[in-house]
């Protein structure tokens, strides 16, 4: 509510379309919140439950649609930032030494921050991102797939089907958005911004006028995300209203018939100062009993495993509703409904490998008609995004060192990576001392 509220968000909304169901289905969701609040109210809670699962997913529908032009306007951005460097590089080009030690004494500290978050994983993963995604990208189609298909194959082996398969289109997703089922549909003044960036001819443009060019389009992505973001938060809103709707009779909130009313007329302003803080608060107290009931019921699951045979209490559906309540409270990142009760399927030999080939066909297929700039802009950012693409820390020194070699790249882009890398390193210690 406040966010709608200061930010002033929602006159920002291009299309009226799109608008007036984002306020449409807020509405809904306050006068559910309301209903579930009221106690004097009997509510059927399967026929309430269909209908937040249909808003959520109307919502999340939305959020994949702005993460579309987010990415492309993102992509944007990155080929005009070429653009200029490649007019720097035939500027200047006779004019320009590479340092070689330079570059030896970047790829050492590197590498020393590698070993020193070696058995950090997920410190370790983000490095390696980082890096990647400031690094030139030199590398042939071929090996770039052997890449794709050896990490990826790492990567999903252990994974459900359903997992594995989001993964993939999710990757999909990143590589080439404009082939998703709402990309064009849904919000349709970002796609037609978007085109108009990537229609304009750029090749006469000096640099000032790319500059210009990459202000407009970051300050479009901004806005694309801001509003995704907002998406999100009310994505994560209805998590937790579906934990209120399915444990409705446990919960006995004082004076949140009160509360409810205020938000009920949310449009009017929240002014008490008290409200967030203490909402908060009593529903922070139910989680807590909530993950104590979890711990109780996945006692009782880890004693009959222990035991060899099978408690037949209620707790068995006691586990299923705490651990339903536990999965939308801990789902921040509004998922997609189907992930989030995806069921352990194994996957069939060969399976894994053919989704994989999949991805590398849709990947081939959407290169062709791209120029050579764009092509690598795409095929380094998936690069950058996989977990742990090289096999080892020496191979990807070996990446990195191959990748500022100026027999394979111009050395304007070398100075320029290298600026950026250096750049990297020293904030990286900084946050790190």
């Known amino acids: 509510?406040?966010?709608?509220?200061?930010?002033?968000?929602?006159?920002?909304?291009p299309g009226k379309t799109e608008k007036e169901l984002i306020i449409e289905k807020f509405d809904n969701i306050m006068e559910l919140f309301f209903k579930i609040s009221n106690f004097d109210i009997d509510i059927d809670t399967e026929y309430e439950q269909d209908i937040l699962l249909q808003i959520r997913k109307e919502y999340y529908d939305m959020s994949e649609a702005l993460?579309?032009?987010?990415?492309?306007?993102?992509?944007?951005?990155?080929?005009?930032e070429n653009h200029i460097i490649r007019i720097k590089s035939r500027e200047g080009?006779?004019?320009?030494?590479?340092?070689?030690?330079?570059?030896?004494?970047l790829i050492n500290s590197i590498e020393d921050i590698l070993y020193k978050n070696s058995a950090n994983?997920?410190?370790?993963?983000?490095?390696?991102?980082?890096?990647?995604?400031?690094?030139?990208?030199?590398?042939?189609?071929?090996?770039?797939?052997?890449?794709?298909?050896?990490a990826l194959m790492k990567n999903l082996n252990d994974y459900p089907i359903a997992v594995a398969e989001e993964w993939i289109d999710n990757y999909k997703r990143i590589f080439d958005n404009t082939l998703h089922d709402n990309y064009g549909i849904m919000f349709g003044d970002y796609f037609t911004d978007i085109q108009r960036f990537k229609s304009q001819p750029i090749d006469g443009l000096d640099t000032d006028a790319l500059e210009d060019m990459i202000r407009e389009v970051m300050s479009l992505s901004s806005d694309i995300r801001e509003?995704?973001?907002?998406?999100?938060?009310?994505?994560?809103?209805?998590?937790?209203?579906?934990?209120?709707?399915?444990?409705?009779?446990?919960i006995s909130y004082q004076g949140m018939g009160e509360d409810a009313k205020i938000f009920k007329n949310w449009r009017y302003g929240v002014e008490e100062g008290s409200l967030t803080a203490n909402a908060k608060e009593e529903f922070m107290g139910w989680m807590r009993k909530l993950d104590e009931n979890l711990s109780d019921a996945e006692a009782i699951e880890d004693e009959s495993i222990a035991r060899g045979k099978e408690f037949h209490t209620d707790s068995d559906a006691e586990l299923s509703a705490v651990r339903e309540?536990?999965?939308?409270?801990?789902?921040?990142?509004?998922?997609?409904?189907?992930?989030?009760?995806?069921?352990s399927k194994e996957m069939p030999e060969g399976y894994l490998e053919r989704l994989i080939d999949n991805l590398i066909e849709y990947i081939d297929r959407s290169i062709v008609s791209m120029g050579a700039i764009e092509r690598k802009?795409?095929?380094?950012?998936?690069?950058?995004?996989?977990?742990?693409?090289?096999q080892n820390i020496d191979e990807f020194l070996s990446h990195i060192e191959y990748?500022?070699?100026?027999?394979?790249?111009?050395?304007?882009?070398?100075?320029?990576?290298?600026k950026s890398l250096a750049n990297w390193v020293e904030e990286f210690e900084v946050r790190e001392a």
Not at 326 to 332: A, F, G
Not at 404 to 413: D, F, G, P, R, T
């Open 1 to 13: 509510i406040k966010k709608f509220q200061d930010s002033k968000i929602l006159e920002q909304i």
């Open 67 to 80: 993460y579309g032009y987010e990415m492309e306007a993102l992509y944007m951005g990155e080929l005009l």
């Open 93 to 105: 080009a006779s004019h320009v030494n590479i340092d070689r030690l330079g570059i030896r004494v």
């Open 121 to 150: 994983y997920d410190a370790y993963t983000n490095i390696v991102s980082s890096i990647l995604s400031i690094l030139p990208f030199r590398m042939s189609k071929l090996k770039y797939f052997d890449i794709l298909h050896d």
């Open 227 to 250: 509003l995704r973001m907002l998406i999100i938060d009310i994505g994560v809103m209805i998590n937790r209203l579906m934990i209120i709707l399915l444990h409705r009779d446990e």
């Open 325 to 343: 309540a536990s999965i939308y409270y801990n789902d921040i990142a509004y998922s997609k409904y189907e992930m989030l009760f995806t069921k």
């Open 377 to 390: 802009i795409r095929m380094r950012r998936l690069l950058s995004v996989l977990d742990l693409p090289f």
């Open 403 to 418: 990748s500022l070699n100026a027999k394979i790249v111009s050395e304007i882009e070398i100075l320029d990576s290298m």
